[in-house]
């Protein structure tokens, strides 16, 4: 733990180019085995049982660029315990993860990524900005202060697994069964559900460029137009850049293939954006015309 520690903080004092440190952390509860031992009556007495505590356990990993090619230094911390999961905790955590990188090189471009759990997240974000600011307020005043500020990034990122956790358990909560052994066959059906259409997706995903390779592109057709712009409206598409690109490529089936006006096979990304256009919507088929 030690090793690894000083040897990512001597790379980030030597190292000239940019850097980028990113940590996560999360907390997770623990039963850890308790032996207690006393006399009573002048005998030697052992009780032994299970407690439950609150672990921190959190990693980081230092990035840089030496001769084109990307150099990982991993920063690992044995699991710390805690009283509660707040943002004071998650902070003090954090601080205690790695020394303050502008502290270590006062110059140079430097990003900072944290991701951790949804709870208190704003405020422990609060708390990680303003101690980058007053690293940074310590440096001397003038040029040096500010392009320092300017050369330091902050990405704060919430986990998304404990949202999709927590919507799942408080939107099922009313229908999972009281008996632990049912709950568990109700969640092994609800997995099986989340996993199947997220199979069909990965499927559906996986044929969109052999789709797209079958557009024909025809001469453009701009009339109606208005009339195209409204039908995307009705299909509750917000985006209007979406729209306007979905006007002007005019998509149509015309004797089971798909047609694409001619002017749009001459965007530099007509694939990514064709797929994109699909995405965004969520209704490309249905507001395509069968003529």
């Given at each position: 733990?030690?090793?690894l520690?000083r040897?990512?903080?001597?790379?980030?004092?030597?190292?000239?180019?940019?850097?980028?440190?990113?940590?996560?952390?999360?907390c997770?509860?623990?039963?850890?085995?308790?032996?207690?031992?006393?006399?009573?009556?002048?005998?030697?007495?052992?009780?032994?049982?299970?407690?439950?505590?609150?672990?921190?356990?959190?990693r980081?990993?230092?990035?840089?660029?030496?001769?084109?090619?990307?150099?990982?230094?991993?920063?690992?911390?044995?699991?710390?315990q805690?009283?509660?999961?707040?943002?004071?905790?998650?902070?003090?955590?954090?601080?205690?993860?790695?020394?303050?990188?502008?502290?270590?090189r006062?110059?140079?471009?430097?990003?900072?990524h944290?991701a951790?759990?949804?709870?208190?997240?704003?405020?422990?974000?609060?708390l990680?900005?303003?101690?980058?600011?007053?690293?940074?307020?310590?440096?001397?005043?003038?040029?040096?202060?500010?392009?320092?500020?300017?050369t330091?990034?902050?990405?704060a990122?919430?986990c998304?697994?404990?949202?999709?956790?927590?919507?799942?358990?408080w939107?099922?909560?009313?229908?999972?069964?009281?008996?632990?052994e049912?709950?568990?066959?109700?969640?092994?059906?609800?997995?099986?559900?989340?996993?199947?259409?997220?199979?069909?997706?990965?499927?559906?995903?996986?044929g969109v460029?052999?789709?797209?390779?079958?557009?024909?592109?025809?001469?453009?057709?701009?009339?109606?137009?208005?009339?195209?712009?409204?039908?995307?409206?009705?299909?509750?598409?917000?985006?209007?850049?979406?729209?306007?690109?979905?006007?002007?490529l005019?998509?149509?089936?015309?004797?089971g293939d798909?047609?694409?006006?001619?002017?749009?096979?001459?965007?530099d990304d007509?694939?990514?954006r064709?797929?994109?256009?699909g995405?965004?919507?969520?209704?490309?088929?249905?507001?395509?015309?069968?003529?």
């Amino acid at each position: 733990e030690a090793f690894l520690r000083r040897r990512a903080v001597r790379f980030v004092e030597r190292h000239t180019g940019a850097v980028l440190f990113s940590a996560q952390g999360d907390c997770t509860p623990a039963q850890v085995p308790m032996s207690f031992v006393g006399s009573a009556g002048g005998r030697r007495v052992i009780r032994t049982g299970n407690a439950g505590v609150e672990l921190m356990v959190q990693r980081g990993f230092v990035y840089g660029f030496v001769n084109s090619e990307t150099v990982c230094m991993p920063v690992w911390q044995e699991p710390l315990q805690v009283e509660t999961t707040s943002s004071w905790q998650y902070f003090a955590a954090i601080r205690g993860l790695f020394p303050p990188i502008r502290r270590l090189r006062p110059a140079g471009l430097i990003v900072l990524h944290f991701a951790f759990d949804r709870a208190g997240f704003s405020s422990t974000v609060r708390l990680l900005e303003q101690q980058m600011h007053l690293e940074t307020s310590l440096l001397p005043a003038g040029a040096r202060r500010t392009m320092a500020s300017l050369t330091q990034l902050f990405v704060a990122t919430p986990c998304a697994l404990h949202d999709v956790a927590g919507s799942i358990r408080w939107s099922s909560r009313d229908l999972m069964p009281r008996d632990k052994e049912e709950a568990k066959g109700f969640l092994k059906v609800l997995f099986c559900g989340i996993a199947a259409l997220r199979n069909s997706f990965d499927i559906l995903t996986k044929g969109v460029p052999d789709l797209l390779a079958m557009i024909r592109w025809e001469p453009d057709d701009h009339s109606r137009a208005d009339e195209r712009r409204l039908l995307w409206q009705w299909l509750d598409i917000s985006d209007d850049a979406v729209i306007d690109d979905l006007v002007q490529l005019h998509p149509r089936v015309v004797g089971g293939d798909i047609v694409c006006n001619e002017s749009c096979r001459r965007w530099d990304d007509a694939i990514s954006r064709v797929s994109g256009l699909g995405d965004a919507s969520g209704h490309l088929r249905l507001g395509i015309p069968d003529l």
